[in-house]
């Protein structure tokens, strides 16, 4: 069995920094990948966007609204993941939720952590 656990996130100023981390932990036999999607106010839980994500070989990806700001990194011995996000916006005011590519068909997910930005 495996289980993906995020902790981080909360309620900071506009132009702060939050640190979010996710550990998959259990049977895992590969580890593809991690990153994280969000959940802007409003949305539906269906409507997530991908915010930046890493391959076990440390190729990474990034949304576009969150270049220069966010950067992704990973502790492969640990299987955890992290999010260091820089320069916050308003609009970065979301359910960040982190995901876990370890071959099985379908991803596990972590439980969600808000992010709020106030300004």
């Known amino acids: 069995q495996v289980q993906v656990v995020q902790s981080g996130g909360g309620l900071v100023q506009a132009g702060g920094s939050l640190r979010l981390s996710c550990a998959a932990s259990g049977n895992i036999l590969v580890n593809n990948a991690m990153g994280w999607y969000r959940r802007a106010p409003g949305n539906q839980r269906w409507q997530r966007e991908l915010?930046?994500?890493?391959?076990?070989?440390?190729?990474?990806n990034y949304t576009d609204s969150v270049k220069g700001r966010f950067t992704i990194f990973r502790d492969n011995a640990k299987n955890t993941v992290y999010l260091q996000m820089n320069s916050l916006k308003l609009e970065d005011t979301a359910v960040y939720y982190c995901y876990a590519d370890l071959g099985a068909p379908s991803w596990y997910w972590g439980q969600g952590t808000q992010v709020t930005v106030s300004s």
């Open positions: 915010v930046a994500g890493i391959t076990s070989g440390g190729i990474t």
